[in-house]
């Protein structure tokens, strides 16, 4: 079984390293899901936006970046192996047929794990002294809650060295600004912790709204916006002579 190997996006500055997990709403052709192929190109197929949003940063902070290439119904890399929503039986309320039963092991073997590994392989060659995951989020599940007033949020685990500086930087922008919202990083930011806080390097998740960025003039002003930020948050850690261990 061959491989899927994420995009990946030189940059100049190795100092930043982007990652986008859910930035593709593909499927192969031998897996069937068993669903209407409309549902890919919801929140639930693909982060909304994201894809475009990490290669314009990479752009314009010329950062290296490292992009998944299989919707995250086929198997979500940002869960651990282990994680009983690896590849969604069932996601806000839409039923997946063809991850009933599926080849827990094969899908690791053909995503999961290229996936990580190209992650890790970039980190050793450009030794970043921050990482930045970029995410999008929906502005109200269809299976139920309330509307999700923030238009990013700053997510983060244990090492919340870079989401103070990425909060108070948004927050004084003017952005409404979730901490840990719209869900927590300390339940769920798997691969922050696995390449960022086991390796002692900086790194904030940042969940944009995909209603803000799903078209380009979306992406451009949420880009200027998240550029400056990013500026902010690497001159606080310098000040406080912050990099990886």
Excluded at 103 to 108: A, T
Excluded at 133 to 157: C, D, E
Excluded at 162 to 189: I, Q
């Amino acid at each position: 079984m061959t491989e899927t190997i994420p995009e990946i996006i030189d940059g100049a500055d190795p100092s930043l390293l982007l990652l986008c997990d859910h930035a593709s709403n593909h499927v192969p052709d031998d897996i069937d899901l068993g669903i209407d192929a409309a549902l890919l190109d919801k929140h639930v197929g693909v982060d909304i936006g994201a894809a475009a949003l990490t290669r314009e940063l990479s752009i314009r902070l010329l950062a290296p970046a490292v992009l998944a290439t299989v919707s995250r119904l086929v198997i979500d890399l940002h869960r651990e192996p282990d994680h009983p929503g690896l590849a969604p039986a069932i996601t806000d309320g839409h039923d997946i047929p063809g991850n009933h039963g599926y080849n827990r092991e094969g899908r690791i073997a053909r995503f999961h794990k290229p996936y990580h590994r190209t992650i890790a392989t970039e980190i050793t060659r450009h030794r970043p002294s921050l990482l930045v995951a970029i995410h999008s989020f929906t502005a109200q599940m269809a299976s139920g809650g309330g509307l999700r007033p923030w238009q990013v949020g700053v997510l983060y685990n244990r090492d919340d060295r870079a989401a103070r500086f990425a909060f108070a930087a948004l927050r004084n922008a003017g952005v409404v600004t979730g901490d840990n919202e719209p869900y927590s990083g300390r339940s769920l930011n798997a691969t922050l912790n696995r390449h960022g806080e086991a390796r002692g390097i900086p790194c904030v998740s940042l969940e944009i709204r995909n209603d803000l960025i799903a078209e380009p003039e979306g992406v451009a002003y949420w880009s200027d916006i998240i550029e400056a930020a990013l500026g902010k948050v690497r001159n606080g850690l310098a000040s406080k002579g912050v990099s990886a261990t």
